[in-house]
């Protein structure tokens, strides 16, 4: 072995490990695939979907991307949900966004790093509509911190304008889509006030959820 030997020593260990708890656990996996969860999450190295959720291989479908972005031209993003929503029938779609977050800070400090400049503008505009919020946040930490929650709200209301989540809630099919934001500095999850299950909610749902953050961050 040329290369990464202790990644493969690492790995031959949880294999013999998983084996140790489940004899059927690889077979199981190879025969079906069955999450009921879709995580839209950021790419960042420390936020890995299925460890901080404690959920096992195969339990939940994952698409990644530099600061949880859903855009509509993202062909890459859009055949994840396809696959989730048509083929999987996942039961919930997780937008999980996280704090400390260097796409977002990235997009608002404004530096020029070339490609990535581009798809930092949809994190732009994010910030342009919420700017005079931002501006009356009383220190560094509020200013660094709420538009995280901020941008997962604007993802999970992209996510609804699909043309797949609209066309499930259509046909009745059950899906829930929710707003996360992790912390790295404790690890733990908080649920934001942006969960919807229809079209006709999303709207509504989206407003309150975006008052609920203002208000939070104003009154602290």
């Keep these: 072995m040329k290369f990464l ?3 493969f020593v690492a790995n031959a260990r949880w ?3 998983m084996r140790t708890a489940d004899r059927n656990f690889f077979a199981g996996l190879a025969a079906l ?3 009921d969860y879709l995580w839209i999450g950021c790419s960042d190295s420390r936020v890995p979907a299925n460890q901080i959720t404690g959920l096992k291989p195969g339990q939940v ?3 990644r991307n530099i600061a949880n972005v859903v855009v509509h031209t993202d062909l890459n993003c859009l055949l994840v949900m396809q696959d989730a929503i048509d083929v999987l029938k996942v039961r919930h779609v997780i937008v999980c966004g996280h704090f400390g977050c260097g796409g977002v800070r990235a997009a608002l400090e404004g530096p020029a790093l070339g490609l990535i400049d ?3 503008r949809h994190i732009q505009d994010v910030r342009d ?3 005079d919020f931002l501006a009356a946040l ?3 930490r509020s200013r660094w911190r709420a538009p995280c ?5 604007e993802q999970v209301r992209n996510v609804a304008r699909t043309t797949l989540v609209g066309d499930a809630w259509k046909r009745r099919q059950p899906l829930i889509l929710h707003a996360w934001i992790y912390g790295l500095e404790d690890g733990l999850l908080q649920d934001l006030p942006g969960s919807c299950s229809e079209a006709g909610e999303v709207d509504s749902v989206i407003a309150a959820a975006v008052a609920t953050i203002r208000s939070r961050y104003l009154r602290n």
């Design 33 to 35: 695939q069955d999450p």
């Design 5 to 7: 030997p202790e990644l």
């Design 149 to 153: 929650e901020l941008n997962v709200i």
């Design 118 to 120: 581009n798809w930092l």
């Design 61 to 63: 479908f994952v698409h």
């Design 15 to 17: 294999a013999d490990d």
């Design 129 to 131: 509509r919420h700017v």
């Design 138 to 140: 009383p220190d560094d």
